[in-house]
């Protein structure tokens, strides 16, 4: 329906930016500050579409095409997944793996643009992006395929919308618990979000995403701030859909409860990185493998 897909692609563009706005003022409240607005990242864009850009002349297109392609992906990606009560706009058999890729495609190209500054800090940067991407990615595809199994749905759209029906299943409950903490966890990582990346920090041997994009500015930056929270949101839309409650009056309530589950997705966000310190950097990789671990101990325990 023409009303559903506009409905999806209201949430995409307009809520992401709050989402930011809601970690950062829970933060702020734990901490005993004020905070900054809640619209801040809306200001803030806003104000970097309207400036201009300083581009190196050592560049090349790639500089350009990393913050383009890291906004269109998560746009793109979202049509493969369902929000409340909206089911995806496209879904086939296998879209799980397309899904994957396509957030690999822009952290690809992030990574060049990044590499095409010429600047070695920069490379430092993406060096350690990869890595961690290279250790959180076989836990996302071991998620995918607990809830395929649980599901009986290599889609998508049909697999996270029949996740509410199996939560009180016995033989699920324990699997998509763990999966969910799993999930949390790469959610945290794949965003750079404490206790994996600090997206407020400048210190020069501690920044991972942040030390990539700080060649951009203008409206390659706001583009960049933007894909940014639309990824969160996409991300945080699939472990949103574990705590669904089954049997919606309307898909507008349900929409409604899932607009609501991000919101409170947010807000536990806040609560971890006020919660906890930055991991080093050494300890990074073994909590990713640890995940993976227990993302396969989810599986064997359908299996079994």
Known sequence: MLTHLLAHLLLLFVLPPLLAGVIARTKAVIAGRRGAPLLQLYFDLWKLFRKGMVISSTTTWVFRAGP?????????????????????????????????????????????????????????????????????????????????????????????DSLQNHIAHPEAGVPLLLAGVCLFVVLLAENCRIPFDDPNTHLELTMIHEVMVLDHSGPDLALILYGAAMKFLVMGAVLVSFIMPPHPASWFMETAAFTSGLLLLAVVVGLVESAMARLRLIRVPQLLVGTSLLSIFALVLLLR
């Open 68 to 160: 383009v392609i890291g906004l269109a992906v998560p746009v793109l990606a979202s049509l493969f997944i369902p929000m409340g009560g909206i089911r995806a706009p496209i879904s086939f058999a296998g879209d799980l793996i397309l899904f994957v890729y396509l957030f690999g495609l822009a952290r690809f190209f992030t990574v060049l643009a990044a590499l095409d500054t010429g600047s070695s800090f920069e490379g430092m940067g993406a060096a350690r992006e990869v890595t961690f991407s290279c250790l959180a990615e076989p836990t996302i595809f071991v998620i995918f395929i607990v809830l395929a199994r649980i599901s009986g749905s290599f889609s998508l759209d049909p697999m996270l």
